[in-house]
């Protein structure tokens, strides 16, 4: 059953902000991702006292700032069903998390370098009955294991590093096989590909990534969703890679 929402109600608390963004932007919650989410958010918020999985000073807006603006990749495009993915540079498991939970049907690998982050991710899907596999280390390294070399669809980055470097970590790591044309779904995203989740003025970076890595096609998205100015993402961006 759907968690209905009246789009002009009026909530007491962020995570009731989200889900009614969400239903205004095509994407209703129904009872089990809302739970999920909820119960991923406090685990975010009791371990974030201890280990920085998320800055300090977004855990007051860790429902807009990082969970809604994780969902509102779904927003924009429609990615493939049963797609593998994988979430680069996970630290508290933003994006990849709160997508795998309202989107169960995609394979959802987190990567990170950092240790101490990649624990505590694999501990906090256990808690919520999540079963994502983690893998720890740098994204170069995972690139030359046999067992992951071209295995993705999708690779997901958010805030994480500069877009030629991810194009770069990105090919080895992204399946082989032509652009697929998907007429009449214009959101369908065609993979692989690459998307990257920034912010600010990207002009410089984008040209440095044309410049040196040559990638097929660089698709910059805005993120003008009903709702992003009162969740103030109005300055994000997708930058969709195919490489």
């Not at 989410?37 to 975010?44: D, G, N, P, S, V």
């Not at 201890?50 to 700032?65: E, G, M, P, Y």
């Not at 049907?105 to 990170?112: A, E, I």
Request: aromatic share 4%; glycine share 6%.
């Amino acid at each position: 059953m759907r968690f209905h929402v009246e789009p002009n109600a009026l909530y007491g608390d962020s995570s009731q902000l989200v889900v009614t963004i969400c239903a205004r932007n095509g994407l209703p919650l129904d009872d089990r991702a809302i739970t999920l989410l909820r119960e991923f958010a406090a685990q975010i918020e009791e371990r974030n006292r201890q280990l920085n999985l998320v800055s300090r000073a977004d855990t007051a807006s860790l429902w807009t700032a990082h969970i809604l603006h994780s969902l509102s990749l779904l927003f924009v495009l429609k990615i493939p069903e049963r797609a593998t993915v994988l979430d680069l540079g996970t630290g508290g498991g933003f994006p990849g998390v709160p997508i795998s939970i309202v989107r169960p049907d995609l394979t959802m690998v987190h990567v990170d370098s950092i240790a101490k982050k990649t624990n505590a991710l694999r501990e906090m899907l256990r808690a919520i009955g999540l079963s994502n596999q983690v893998l720890t280390g740098r994204a170069e390294e995972i690139a030359r294991s046999p067992e992951w070399q071209h295995r993705f669809d999708l690779v997901l980055a958010r805030a994480v590093a500069p877009l030629a470097d991810l194009v770069r970590w990105s090919r080895p790591l992204l399946k082989i096989r032509p652009l697929h044309d998907t007429p009449g779904h214009a959101q369908l995203l065609s993979v692989p590909a690459l998307v990257a989740m920034k912010g600010g003025d990207l002009a410089e970076e984008i040209a440095r990534a044309r410049a040196t890595c040559r990638p097929a096609h660089i698709t910059v998205i805005d993120l003008d969703f009903p709702g992003c100015r009162e969740a103030a993402l109005e300055e994000k961006k997708l930058i969709v890679v195919h490489p």
